[in-house]
């Protein structure tokens, strides 16, 4: 089974500065994804990045980057240049290998407040 | 290229009353995924098929709870005799196939409140 945890239940930054939202798993499964959300309050969920387990480089997607540390089983997501727009709450998620790829497991989820 | 779409995007059931969630994947897609979020909670698997076909209900209760995936037509979560406690947000998600997975494509998600 996998697991992922969020220990940031809120942050908070300033608008323009870089934030990191903290994400460690627990897997056994030498293949696996990692995934990150954003969830406004309108409630819809946007996939922002993907980082692959075999994957040589850090994930990145415009302000997006993931800071991948396989050792350690991190997966943090970096934003940079805040905006007031990425108020948001923001789910980090894995899937492993197997027979079903999309069956992802979820952390608790990190409320993200940019201030301007 | 329409995302994935679900319907309606708000439900309000009495207590024992059907719910019937509906979900059309993205063209193409014939793998569908449902979650559930609680409120303040993270989504939680429930089942993952495939056309006519059910891969993985892991995560469905035992009870009250059915999923299809027709040859034609939406896949469907149904949830009989709902209670307060069904009350959340259920999402749908689809894929190409199952053999590599870098992104997973959500619909707006079904609110479903039971009063």
């Known amino acids: 089974a996998q697991k992922i945890t969020q220990t940031q239940p809120g942050m908070f930054v300033q608008e323009k500065e870089a934030v990191t939202l903290d994400c460690t798993y627990d897997t056994s499964d030498p293949s696996y994804g990692l995934f990150w959300y954003k969830q406004p309050s309108s409630g819809e969920m946007i996939f922002l990045i993907y980082q692959g387990s075999y994957d040589q480089q850090n994930a990145t997607e415009g302000r997006y980057s993931l800071n991948f540390q396989k050792a350690r089983k991190s997966a943090n997501l970096v934003i940079s240049a805040s905006q007031l727009g990425d108020s948001a709450m923001y789910f980090c998620a894995i899937n492993a290998g197997g027979t079903s790829y999309g069956k992802l497991t979820f952390g608790q989820g990190t409320i993200l407040t940019v201030h301007p | 290229n329409a995302g994935v779409m679900q319907n309606p995007r708000h439900l309000v059931r009495r207590r024992g009353q059907e719910a019937r969630l509906r979900c059309s994947p993205m063209?193409?897609?014939?793998?569908v995924y449902w979650y559930r979020q609680l409120p303040e909670e993270g989504l939680k698997f429930m089942v993952y098929l495939q056309k006519e076909n059910i891969i993985d209900e892991s995560g469905m209760p035992k009870e009250r709870f059915s999923a299809e995936f027709p040859k034609e037509g939406p896949s469907i979560l149904r949830i009989q005799q709902v209670v307060r406690g069904d009350s959340a947000a259920y999402f749908c998600?689809?894929?190409?196939?199952?053999?590599?997975?870098?992104?997973?494509?959500f619909g707006q998600g079904t609110r479903l409140t039971v009063v």
């Open positions: 998600a689809s894929s190409l196939n199952q053999d590599t997975y870098t992104e997973a494509f």
């Open positions: 063209k193409g897609h014939s793998h």
